[in-house]
């Protein structure tokens, strides 16, 4: 079974629905983060949370909001769909080494297909 | 702000060809540099990761370096394999606004022909 999981894999949707990715993870990792995808501009961070408490805005959080539900799971939220809001999605996970490196090694999630017409 | 660009954009190369794939950052305080296979429609798979204190990491046919000082990192894949075409993706970790993120090139896809 895949560590990191996201559903649903592909959406399409109206402009103005409500639409919530989900993300879940058995690595037992406390960091986890949302990407979009867009072609010619590469991979830009949405939200992240470093733990449950934990919530930061990332460079792209305008029209999405985050739940971190548990350790093991991460949402990701769309109140009103906009047709540029169309991207691949990625969910990440990763966690701090305990040896005074920061390993930050990232493990993704096989993505998100939204579409919004 | 911390940009990092990956040059060229695309690379095509005949099969068991060595190969550079290259990738540069605007700001040293990074602390670690990684890269990333993506193969269409899926996602990312970390292939390896340089510390701020390392120079360089190999796994297998691959070998990374880092460069600090000049903003520099380089992707070298010896014996290139079909298998090998995807897109190459670097990333640098970085603390920005007191918080720790990664920042990504917009990728170099390779392909190998047989």
């Known amino acids: 079974d895949a560590d990191v999981t996201q559903t649903p894999r592909n959406r399409i949707t109206k402009t103005g629905k409500r639409i919530m990715l989900e993300c879940s993870q058995t690595k037992g990792h406390d960091r986890m983060y949302w990407y979009r995808q867009d072609p010619g501009l590469g991979l830009r961070l949405i939200y992240y949370s470093f733990d449950v408490k934990d919530i930061n805005k990332g460079e792209i959080s305008d029209g999405y909001s985050v739940s971190r539900q548990a350790q093991a799971k991460f949402s990701l939220s769309l109140e009103s769909a906009i047709p540029n809001q169309t991207a691949l999605y990625f969910c990440?996970?990763?966690?701090?080494?305990?040896?005074?490196?920061?390993?930050?090694?990232?493990?993704f999630g096989p993505g998100t297909r939204l579409t919004v017409l | 702000k911390q940009e990092v660009t990956q040059i060229p954009a695309a690379l095509s190369v005949p099969e068991g060809e060595n190969l550079v794939l290259n990738c540069s950052f605007t700001d040293s305080a990074i602390y670690n540099l990684q890269w990333f296979r993506q193969d269409p429609g899926k996602g990312l798979t970390s292939l390896l990761l340089i510390q701020s204190s390392q120079r360089e990491q190999t796994s297998g046919r691959l070998n990374a370096s880092l460069d600090k000082s000049s903003g520099r990192s380089t992707l070298y894949i010896a014996a290139s394999q079909p298998g090998d075409s995807a897109t190459y993706l670097c990333?640098?970790?970085?603390?920005?606004?007191?918080?720790?993120?990664?920042?990504f090139g917009k990728g170099t896809k390779l392909t190998v022909n047989p």
């Open positions: 990440a996970t990763s966690d701090l080494a305990g040896t005074g490196y920061k390993t930050d090694t990232q493990y």
């Open positions: 990333a640098g970790s970085i603390t920005q606004g007191g918080s720790e993120k990664l920042v």
